[in-house]
């Protein structure tokens, strides 16, 4: 399984990104596709995920500013970033998971940088 990521770059506060990232491979249909961020010397924190259900879920600091999206037929998953602040800049990962009963697995993206400037 692969996964590419692209969108991230350079914007200010206030603005807004749009993070897309396309898996590719053997999939399990039902899986869970999400996207990580990371700043250095920091732990790697879940931003948001999306189940194939199209169940998400935000960590508290980009309720209300951040949007997942999936199109399952093409494997692919969005974050639509808007009110951009500086403590959201970190290289962004994309991933996708699932738990059968004979394995469990999750595959990472890249990762992609996104910089707020004040």
């Known amino acids: 399984v692969q996964l590419q990521a692209s969108g991230g770059g350079l914007v200010q506060a206030g603005g807004s990104l749009r993070l897309s990232c396309a898996a590719s491979?053997?999939?399990?249909?039902?899986?869970?596709m999400a996207w990580y961020r990371q700043v250095p010397g920091k732990e790697r924190e879940l931003v948001a995920s999306i189940s194939s259900g199209g169940h998400t879920n935000y960590v508290d600091s980009v309720k209300g500013r951040f949007t997942i999206s999936r199109d399952n037929a093409r494997n692919t998953v969005a974050l639509v970033m808007n009110s951009l602040t500086p403590e959201d800049t970190a290289v962004y990962y994309c991933t996708v998971e699932w738990s059968t009963m004979d394995e469990a697995a999750r595959y990472w993206g890249q990762g992609t940088l996104v910089t707020v400037s004040s």
């Open positions: 491979g053997t999939i399990f249909r039902t899986n869970i």
